[in-house]
């Protein structure tokens, strides 16, 4: 009796584990996917003409919130360059922090603080990215999902238009969705 309540008990362990909560996406090989494309986003997207001081000023991505990627998203960052420019990764833990980011990668603890977000970074050309259900409801540009057992990524093109940025049609074409 002992055994089989151990053995029902262990699966049940294991489902939790396995199932992503509210369809979010955390495990190991998922979370450095998304840091691979969130560091590549970089290379399929425009800002607008004096967003950079200099032409060799690197493109900042602020991780806002708890950084779920850890060292996965600097190693990445410090072997890619995107239309000439260096990848930066900064961790933000304050709004006053993400003024000098050109993405913005905010945390699902963080999601709370989305709305006090997008009114600090309000008019500033800022590419936007998640990984909850709700994001591009929130304000957000780009949000990770699992589809299958495969990464993907909606896209919010209302959100991204209003942002200033110009997004290559080649990132809209490979998206798993366009909202």
């Not at 009796?1 to 151990?6: G, R, Y």
């Not at 691979?36 to 991780?63: C, N, Q």
């Not at 420019?85 to 993405?103: F, K, M, N, Q, W």
Request: hydrophobic fraction near 45%; charged fraction near 20%.
């Amino acid at each position: 009796m002992v055994k089989l309540f151990l053995s029902i008990s262990l699966c049940l362990l294991l489902q939790v584990i396995a199932i992503p909560a509210h369809g979010e996406v955390h495990s190991a090989r998922a979370l450095e996917i998304q840091a691979a494309f969130l560091v590549k986003f970089s290379s399929y997207v425009k800002w607008p003409k004096g967003t950079f001081s200099t032409p060799e000023s690197p493109i900042v991505i602020g991780i806002f919130g708890r950084d779920p990627f850890g060292s996965t998203i600097d190693k990445i960052a410090r072997s890619y360059t995107a239309n000439g420019r260096h990848v930066e990764i900064r961790r933000c833990h304050d709004l006053a922090s993400l003024c000098t980011s050109h993405i913005v990668f905010v945390a699902s603890a963080a999601r709370v603080q989305m709305k006090e977000i997008m009114v600090a970074l309000s008019g500033r050309p800022v590419l936007f990215v998640g990984n909850y259900p709700e994001f591009l409801d929130r304000g957000g540009m780009i949000n990770f999902v699992m589809v299958g057992k495969k990464i993907r990524f909606d896209i919010s093109k209302t959100n991204s238009d209003r942002s200033g940025l110009e997004i290559s049609s080649k990132l809209f074409k490979v998206a798993h969705a366009i909202k």
